[in-house]
């Protein structure tokens, strides 16, 4: 019998062979992990990169909506309400016309009121409840509003943080008071060491959630809550109103 017909000889070579085809299948399946890994990481750097690219735009986009809308209400308060207030001046010392007086007077209050809503004066000395309650005031001749105020740490707010909470604000009262129907509206703002929890709620006819359809009213305000870095749930029944809960942590 031949050395390697021998059964000893037989059985090594299948060791050495199945040894081979171990370590082969191990580089194998090690190089495959490898490449996966590889391609895991691109993707994972990829998505960084269009996140980061995302937040950067959309942060230049309400960025560069805030400074329009400080150029525009300065325009009204400086031009527009100055030359009014111009004009009323002249016509109260003539007396020529008191229903013409009164139009003017009309329209400096309403200027101001728009000026204020887009940009409100004095943020950085104004705490946020203030600037809600200034903010809800027109409003309370559409419709009864029921604010509540649960402020358990004195937070320092950024000017930014708190001019995108008035505008959120700003959006759903004016989408209640066109589209809703309601008649009462419930705000609760609660302000804790660790978090900012924003409860807006109406008895109005309420819409379908489930729709596709977003306004750009909805799309505003997920913006901004995106921007804040911040949650947001909205519940709504036909017929049974409208609730928007927001989270944000300090």
Not at 50 to 57: D, F, S, T
Not at 204 to 230: A, F, M, P, W
């Amino acid at each position: 019998m031949e050395a390697w017909q021998k059964p000893e000889t037989i059985i090594l070579w299948i060791i050495i062979v199945g040894i081979f085809l171990v370590v082969l299948l191990t580089v194998i399946i090690f190089l495959v992990r490898a490449i996966f890994k590889k391609i895991i990481k691109a993707k994972e750097k990829e998505a960084k990169t269009q996140l980061a690219y995302q937040q950067n735009l959309l942060e230049t986009t309400i960025k560069t909506q805030e400074i329009e809308r400080h150029r525009i209400a300065a325009d009204i308060h400086d031009a527009l309400i100055g030359k009014l207030t111009a004009i009323k001046m002249e016509q109260e010392i003539t007396q020529k016309d008191q229903k013409t007086i009164e139009a003017l007077h009309d329209s400096i209050a309403i200027a101001r009121r728009i000026s204020h809503d887009l940009s409100p004066p004095l943020i950085e000395f104004t705490k946020l409840p203030e600037l809600i309650k200034e903010l809800l005031y027109p409003w309370e001749q559409h419709v009864l509003i029921t604010a509540i105020y649960d402020i358990r740490h004195d937070t320092n707010e950024t000017d930014d943080f708190k001019v995108q909470i008035t505008r959120i604000i700003q959006e759903i009262i004016t989408n209640i008071v066109k589209h809703a129907e309601a008649t009462q509206v419930t705000l609760h703002l609660k302000q804790t060491e660790n978090y900012m929890a924003l409860y807006i709620s109406d008895n109005g006819k309420g819409y379908d959630t489930g729709s596709n359809s977003k306004g750009l009213g909805t799309k505003n305000i997920e913006t901004r809550v995106q921007y804040l870095k911040g949650i947001y749930k909205v519940k709504s029944n036909i017929g049974k109103g409208t609730s928007n809960m927001f989270l944000f942590k300090n």
